[in-house]
């Protein structure tokens, strides 16, 4: 008989994980393939419904394979968005075009807000309490559009509903580590506002460790985080726009949410929620996550003149994107 001391069982179910389901909504594409094998490596994850309006079965075969606890499953076309998503805690969106070279993030709205609307409506109907993590650009109006959509449904809930702004924490982390020549992952640095240009806005003088930048070459930077997403676009000259980086991005973002959906505390990112925290009705900021999603928004850290001056900018900017979803929504 196995005899378990009640001291060993409570450490036991401590480091107990609560695996849930996770339903990856275009799991087929550029971001979706690779961010399903991240997933598929959690051991928070129990089962991973991968969804795509092409043919995935082949891509699930090939998860499959790989010798972890998560199972996978395949969904194909838009009748069976209501099957993959059922039951999910956590439903990731990377479906939606890339931009090609010349593009920027608004130019996608046409379409891929009909694709927003559509998995919004269905999750509406489906698995209104899941944790959402939206990637589909341009990001700055999704969000608005998604939380509209739920919210003529009745089932909004503003802390469930995330826009993945991780990769420009990512982008920033590595830049300011290469300027320091230090290893990436021993960068800290909030990473403010939104999804696009000067909307995206990280804040050098919260850099840890200490990072002093001042003049052009602080603007050089700041810059060169804003636009990293056109230097991926041009470098893949019209064959799409970041995936691998995005991928690595909104698994970490993901594993945050299973973190606090286990219970873990402090766990905090960047994320783009419904906000009070400026005069712009969405906006990134550094979130507490509980289980619930938004335990507590940090709101805005502590900010420089220049960075001050620069929210204020970027807030008419996001003002703007948020208004174009309202619009998008009466066409
Ligand atoms: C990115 O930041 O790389 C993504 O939002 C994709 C894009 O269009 O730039």
Redesign the pocket.
């Known amino acids: 008989m196995i005899s378990m001391k009640i001291g060993q069982i409570a450490r036991y179910s401590r480091c107990a994980k609560k695996a849930v389901k996770v339903a990856v909504v275009g799991a087929a594409g550029g971001i979706g393939q690779p961010l399903s094998l991240l997933l598929k490596m959690s051991p928070m994850i129990s089962t991973l419904a991968l969804h795509d309006l092409q043919d995935i079965k082949g891509v699930v075969a090939d998860l499959s394979h790989i010798c972890t606890g998560t199972r996978v499953q395949a969904f194909v076309g838009a009748k069976e968005l209501q099957c993959a998503l059922e039951d999910a805690a956590i439903v990731v969106v990377p479906a939606g075009l ?2 090609k070279p010349g593009m920027n ?1 608004a130019d996608l709205l046409t379409v891929n807000g009909d694709v927003a609307v559509e998995v919004a409506k269905t999750i509406a109907f489906v698995c209104p309490k899941a944790l959402m993590a939206f990637i589909t ?1 341009p ?1 700055n109006t999704i969000i608005p559009i998604v939380a509209q959509i739920l919210k003529e449904r009745n089932v909004f809930d503003p802390n469930r509903l995330f826009g993945v702004t991780t ?2 924490v990512v982008r920033a982390r590595t830049f300011v580590a290469e300027a320091l020549c230090i290893d990436p992952r021993t960068v800290q640095i909030p990473v403010i506002g939104g ?1 696009a240009g000067i909307t995206i806005l990280p804040l050098l003088s919260q850099c840890l460790p200490k990072y002093t930048v001042t003049g052009a070459e602080r603007d050089k930077l700041v810059k060169r985080i804003q636009d ?3 230097e ?2 041009e470098a893949k000259a019209g064959a799409g ?2 995936t691998l ?2 991928a690595f991005a909104a698994a970490k973002f993901v594993d945050c949410l299973l973190r606090a959906i286990n219970g873990e505390e402090n766990v905090i990112a960047c994320s783009y929620v419904q906000s009070k925290v400026t005069e712009a009705e969405f906006f990134a900021t550094p979130i507490l996550l509980g289980p619930g999603g938004i335990y507590k928004n940090l709101g805005l850290p502590q900010l420089d003149e220049q960075e001050k001056k620069a929210v204020e900018t970027l807030v008419k900017q996001l003002q703007q994107d948020i208004a174009e979803g309202a619009k998008f929504l009466c066409k």
Do not use: F, K, Q
């Open positions: 890339p931009r993030r650009n990001i990769l420009d999804h990293a997403g056109n991926v676009v726009s970041a980086s995005m």
